[in-house]
């Protein structure tokens, strides 16, 4: 599992999507686009839903677990930079299209 670290908030994804949510998160921020990511976080008892606003005043840390970087897989990436162009924001999504789920730290 990878970490992604932004401000006081570190969330964890696997190192395939979090390679992915990079992508689109570094292109948004490197043309000053502000946006909205949500995902939902599993907890003992239940599925619950966060969001924060990123935006490019704020640093953002990638860590990963392993040390090979995964392909890119150009279709997930547009759908997950069609979700992050939305007005709902960047709704984080497995490869499948699945809503992806974070565990806390």
């Not at 964890?12 to 946006?35: M, P, Q, Y």
């Not at 069609?82 to 992806?100: F, K, S, W, Y």
Request: avoid cysteine; aromatic fraction near 10%; charge should be neutral.
């Amino acid at each position: 599992m990878g970490v992604l670290i932004y401000g006081p908030r570190d969330v964890e994804f696997d190192d395939r999507l979090l390679t992915h949510l990079e992508f689109v998160i570094v292109n948004k921020l490197r043309r000053g686009e502000s946006f909205m990511m949500s995902w939902l976080v599993a907890t003992a008892n239940a599925t619950s839903r966060e969001s924060m606003w990123l935006n490019v005043s704020s640093p953002i840390y990638f860590k990963y677990v392993g040390s090979r970087v995964p392909s890119l897989n150009r279709e997930w990436i547009a759908v997950l930079e069609a979700e992050a162009n939305g007005p709902r924001g960047l709704i984080v999504r497995n490869e499948d299209g699945t809503p992806a789920v974070s565990h806390n730290r």
